[in-house]
């Protein structure tokens, strides 16, 4: 599959999760907790399969370098935020308002790949090479699936 066919299909999932948290209150604990463990499973493999494989190539091409650096960027911060909510209280108002603030920042960064760096990425690299990108992301999530499969619960 084309890289950038499975990325766009794998944000089309993130919006989805970040639009049902922002929907879920904070008498719903089990729900939030469940939906938010699923969506920081989910966007954990999907960090990696950008950070092994798009934005190294991006970073080793003069023109993309910048717009790579900037991807590692925000997925730290993103990372940090849902650090943060993880170590508040789930039925809080402040659990709330971070996990807004995590879905704004989420939906930008998709916004900014699907812009600026897809655009840059098609005209950097052929339809063979996005094809062979979009293979070894697919390796590296079949190998997560594995890993989360056997870990004990
Ligand atoms: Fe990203
Ligand atoms: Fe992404």
Redesign the pocket.
Known sequence: MNALTLLKEDHGHIKKMLADGEETTERAEKTRTELFERLKGFLEVH?RI?EEVLYPALKKKPKSEDIAYE?FE??HVVDTIFEELEATPVDSPEWTAKFKVAKENIEH?IEE?EGEMFKMTRQLFDDDELEQMGTRMQEIKALAKQVEASSPA
């Open positions: 960090e950008e991807g925000e997925h960064h790949e």
